[in-house]
Structure formats: C-alpha cells, structure tokens
C-alpha cells in the first residue's frame, strides 16, 4: 500500500510539472464578441505563462489594455488546434493572469 502511495504521489508531481511547463490555461473575459466569457487550456506557445488572457499580454506587450489590443492578442494567441479543452469563464483565472486587475469590458 505504501509503495502505490509513494508511485501516485510521484505520477501527480510529475503531471503536475509537465502541465506547468506545457499548458497555458488562457481565459477571455465577458467582452461584446464573447459575451459569457471563455477559458480555454492550450498548448504553450512561446514566452505564455500558466494563466493568460488577451488583457494579460496586451499589459506585457503594450503596457496597457485596449479593445484593438485584446482583439489582436485573442487573433494572434489561440488557434483551432491548439485547443485542448474549452471551459467556462474562470474570473480566478483571469485575475491570475492579470494579477488580480480588472478592465473595463
């Protein structure tokens, strides 16, 4: 019993660090075009972290949110194929990703 403990605790870990290292999970707030909100888990793409959104990168990129900016991130980050799973809208993780800042919708 205590040898399954010790090889469970090891497989979590372990998927635990592969999904650090390779999956982002990207939520797109309520805004006009999506009005419920999305969170999607995807591939990693480049520098991406463990929790993005379009408002994330657009404060990294530009240093501010605006709605041309999330609608170039949004086009420019998530592809059809990247999609892992599709979610509802998490606001943990958006303000993960925002480090705990809202904007205007």
Do not use: H
């Amino acid at each position: 019993m205590k040898k399954l403990l010790v090889i469970l605790a090891i497989l979590a870990i372990s998927l635990s660090i592969f999904a650090y290292n390779k999956l982002t999970i990207f939520t797109v707030q309520p805004i006009g075009a999506i009005p419920d909100g999305v969170t999607v888990v995807i591939w990693k793409k480049g520098d991406m972290r463990f929790f993005e959104s379009p408002d994330s990168l657009c404060i990294q990129k530009t240093g501010g949110v605006s709605l041309l900016c999330r609608m170039r991130m949004l086009g420019n980050s998530i592809d059809k194929d990247d999609i892992i799973i599709r979610l509802p809208y998490s606001e943990y993780a958006y303000l993960k990703s925002t480090n705990g800042k809202t904007f205007d919708r």
